[in-house]
């Protein structure tokens, strides 16, 4: 009994702590496209915490990634990726499609109070 109740508790902080993590993100969404990034520049303030989704419209595989943000990730055709960043400096920073034979990117512009 005493296993399982510590397994309860265990498993009770490991989800609340995935939900605080995420609760002080400011959410950006973005989609891939045959077309490049929609859209293909992201805006934040200075010292936000970032949670980017990426939904992957393509019907190939892709990855987001940024030298810049640090982070890089597999999309699947048809699924919808996460990544964080933060908290940035004013500055543009860029990402990318890594698996991307045509250079895809696009921009996230930090600037403002």
């Known amino acids: 009994m005493k296993i399982q109740l510590t397994r309860v508790v265990l498993s009770a ?6 939900t605080t993590e995420a609760a002080d993100r400011v959410i950006l969404t973005l989609m891939l496209t045959n077309n490049g990034f929609s859209p293909a520049t992201l805006t934040a303030k200075p010292g936000q915490r970032l949670m980017i ?13 940024s030298y810049d943000m640090k982070f890089e990730k597999i ?10 960043a933060g908290p940035l400096q ?23 109070n």
């Open 90 to 112: 004013s500055g543009k920073y860029k990402f990318f499609d890594d698996y991307s034979t045509t250079g895809v990117s696009g921009w996230l512009t930090v600037s403002g």
């Open 75 to 84: 999309a699947t055709p048809g699924n919808t990726i996460t990544v964080f």
């Open 13 to 18: 902080c490991l989800l609340f702590a995935g």
């Open 53 to 65: 989704r990426m939904t992957n419209q393509t019907q190939r595989v892709a990855e987001l990634e």
